[in-house]
T-cell receptor, first 113, second 116 residues
Framework: DGGITQSPKYLFRKEGQNVTLSCEQN?????MYWYRQDPGQGLRLIYY???????QKGDIAEGYSVSREKKESFPLTVTSAQKNPTAFYLC????????????FGPGTRLTVT | AQSVTQLDSQVPVFEEAPVELRCNYS??????LFWYVQYPNQGLQLLLK??????LVKGINGFEAEFNKSQTSFHLRKPSVHISDTAEYFC??????????????FGQGTRLTINP
């Protein structure tokens, strides 16, 4: 079954701790994206990557970091510098040239207390 | 920078009634337009997309949308809704001339609630 996997579904952390959210895809897609979703604000782009070993900041990158060492994987680290980390995080991917829509994973809900 | 406005944050509708979810975008140049649906605690699923050509686009689950360039709108419609259509709906836009990245800009979402 091809798709995008995000784990875990729910994640709880104490304030001041870094936490890494997993995103894996077996669709052989080139581009991958991380979004943050808050109630009433839609989705906001955190980071994106078009190819392995390359990534760019999105609109709200502060307090987050990513890596893209493999085509299939695009983990997101929420650092202690992120002031309001509690949110629903969505990973997406897109095929290469000529494709326009993004395909989304099931999301990870992060709660920091 | 592009922006997307979904004019209604919540839309309550009775089952089997028609519904229209409104979406306006800011750019006056060519755009790609999308509607996604999100069921509770899940990811987003593509309903339909407009890239070029016919302004009336048909999608999954009986939804359709009409691209109106002069009004910069891309409203989503369904002639008869079901309880299972209860979800949040997002309109999104991307710039076709931005090679490679194809970033999506999302609206704030419209929560559609179907009442029996």
């Amino acid at each position: 079954d091809g798709g995008i996997t995000q784990s875990p579904k729910y994640l709880f952390r104490k304030e001041g701790q870094n936490v890494t959210l997993s995103c894996e895809q077996n669709l052989n897609h080139d581009a991958m994206y991380w979004y943050r979703q808050d109630p009433g604000q839609g989705l906001r782009l955190i980071y994106y990557s078009q190819i392995v070993n390359d990534f760019q900041k999105g609109d709200i990158a502060e307090g987050y970091s990513v890596s893209r060492e493999k085509k299939e994987s695009f983990p997101l680290t929420v650092t202690s510098a992120q002031k309001n980390p509690t949110a629903f995080y969505l990973c997406a991917s897109r095929p290469g040239q000529g494709a326009n829509e993004q395909y989304f994973g099931p999301g990870t809900r992060l709660t920091v207390t | 920078a592009q922006s997307v406005t979904q004019l209604d944050s919540q839309v309550p509708v009775f089952e089997e009634a028609p519904v229209e979810l409104r979406c306006n975008y800011s750019s006056s140049v060519s755009v790609y337009l999308f509607w996604y649906v999100q069921y509770p605690n899940q990811g987003l699923q593509l309903l339909l997309k407009y890239l070029s050509g016919s302004t009336l686009v048909k999608g999954i689950n009986g939804f359709e949308a009409e691209f109106n360039k002069s009004q910069t709108s891309f409203h989503l419609r369904k002639p008869s809704v079901h309880i299972s259509d209860t979800a949040e709906y997002f309109c999104a836009v991307s710039d076709p001339y931005l090679q490679g990245a194809q970033k999506l800009v999302f609206g704030q979402g419209t929560r559609l609630t179907i009442n029996p």
